[in-house]
């Protein structure tokens, strides 16, 4: 069994930043995809970003320019970097992992982002 654990989230200004870590119990190179999801209450879990066969990236419209995925493979850790953060960033962020056919869920860090 995977276990993603994540961490670094809290509370935080509007224009502050934060570091979101995963951190996995597998080497992150097996797996095919790994991304952030977040989930705001009352609304469902969305992509903030993902990167694919540990290259291509992608990020939610709202997160360009804004927010970086990334990985060490040393480490076996997947981070996203999160700049500008606004109010409508707050939720709760997971982490994800799909080594074909499975998938993998965190169990979540939330992340506040008010004055």
């Known amino acids: 069994q995977v276990r993603l654990v994540e961490s670094g989230g809290g509370l935080v200004q509007p224009g502050g930043s934060l570091r979101l870590s995963c951190a996995a119990s597998r080497k992150i190179v097996s797996f095919n995809t790994m991304g952030w999801y977040r989930q705001a209450p009352g609304k469902q879990r969305e992509l903030v970003a993902t990167v694919i066969n540990a290259r291509r990236t992608n990020y939610a419209d709202s997160a360009k320019g804004r927010f970086t995925i990334s990985r060490d493979i040393d480490k076996n850790t997947m981070y996203l970097q999160m700049d500008s953060l606004k109010p409508e960033d707050t939720a709760v962020y997971y982490c994800?992992?799909?080594?074909?056919?499975?998938?993998?869920w965190g169990q979540g860090t939330q992340v506040t982002v008010t004055s």
């Open positions: 994800y992992a799909k080594y074909t056919p499975y998938e993998y």
